[in-house]
């Protein structure tokens, strides 16, 4: 086995079709921070689904730190913008999906360099029920720190990271930024995790 | 413009006469898989090509179709969604099913997104993930490359 290179990733023809010289790797311990969001995190309850006559309201200041969610698999969405084609967004498959994604006791963050204001738009538009982190001020700092910042257009990359309960990356993923990388990668890395803490109990 | 994946993603829960709705010949060559949502504007226009597909290829290709509904976008997709199951079941009792089309729907939607399907419609040809246009010409064409690689 390669050094920075975990059994997680093996097996996952996804792995083998983008290669990056900067996004950071399984073994990694993943950079913490603190960002604004566009809801809190309540861990042991599913946030409920923004009622649709009720308008746009100003959230108070909420941040989500990764530290806070040691203890629990995260995955991290890096994402280029808000606001891409409906049916083939990769939120939405993520949103879809939670219930899978509390199965394995994770937590989702979505990030990318848009305004606090886009990101709750956007959330309430596509019915989002998992935080978007607002990348936006020093500029996409926390994309950067995960080798994931496209300097050249000012956005993120689409790019996917799993956490482990330490806080180390076990599983990342660089995604050509016009495709949508699916979920099948994380589910099985989510899998991975789970039988090797089944083994060590 | 997105066929950057080299590696092909793969059906997870392969084709049975069990659980899936299968159109068309046992005996032929090729197997398209559609994963579709009734409220996607997409899959809407991908029923016509299909429809015309289908009658080009003839006995080389079956048709199976699972779905696979973004509930929170399309919140009549999954009702539609049942519907047809119902539909495809002529004379059983719906209500008495409906539980079981739920199961049903959402082990498509699991299966198909650990297969890879990352919105609809998204196509498998013999197991394989089609990752090009859906429009006649060149999924036809790809259908009849699958069928010479059966020869």
Redesign the interface.
């Known amino acids: 086995m390669r050094k920075g290179e975990s059994d997680m990733s093996k097996g996952k023809?996804?792995q083998?079709?983008?290669t990056s010289d900067s996004v950071l790797e399984p073994g990694a311990p993943a950079p913490d921070f603190k960002l604004r969001s566009t809801q809190s995190l309540r861990p042991d309850r599913e946030s409920s689904?923004p009622d649709p006559n009720k308008p746009i309201s100003l959230p108070p200041d909420q941040f989500i730190s990764l530290s806070e969610l040691r203890g629990r698999p995260v995955i991290l969405v890096f994402y280029p913008a808000d606001w891409s084609p409906?049916?083939?967004?990769?939120m939405?498959?993520y949103?879809?999906?939670l219930p899978?994604l509390q199965r394995f006791n994770a937590t989702i963050l979505g990030i990318s360099v848009d305004s606090l204001w886009s990101h709750i738009a956007f959330a309430d538009d596509?019915?989002l029920?998992f935080p978007l982190l607002s990348d936006f001020e020093p500029k996409g700092a926390v994309a950067r720190s995960y080798g994931a910042y496209r300097g050249q257009d000012g956005i993120s990359e689409r790019a996917l990271f799993v956490i482990d309960a330490d806080g180390k990356i076990r599983w990342s993923y660089l995604s050509?930024i016009?495709?949508?990388?699916?979920?099948?990668g994380v589910?099985?890395a989510l899998e991975a995790l789970e039988s090797k803490r089944k083994v060590a109990v | 413009m997105t066929q950057a994946r080299i590696a092909r993603a793969k059906l997870v829960v392969p084709v049975s006469e069990d659980r899936d709705h299968i159109r068309g010949p046992k005996t032929a060559p090729v197997t398209l898989v559609e994963y579709g949502d009734y409220e996607c504007p997409f899959c809407g226009q991908a029923y016509y090509v299909l429809k015309e597909l289908t009658q080009r290829a003839g006995n080389s290709m079956r048709f199976v179709f699972r779905n696979f509904p973004l509930t929170t976008l399309h919140p009549h997709a999954e009702r539609a969604a049942e519907a047809a199951e119902a539909a495809g079941d002529q004379g059983e009792f719906w209500e008495m099913h409906e539980a079981r089309y739920q199961i049903r729907i959402r082990e498509d939607f699991l299966t198909g997104a650990r297969s890879g399907v990352n919105g609809t419609p998204t196509f498998f040809i013999n197991g394989f993930r089609y990752d090009g246009s859906w429009e006649l010409t060149p999924l036809l064409a790809a259908i009849e490359n699958a069928a010479m690689d059966k020869k």
Do not use: M, S, W
Not at chain 1, 178 to 184: F, K, L, R, S
């Open positions: 023809n996804q083998e079709t983008t689904a409906v049916c083939g967004d990769e939405v498959l949103n879809e999906l899978e596509r019915k029920r050509p016009d495709v949508n990388p699916g979920a099948e589910l099985d």
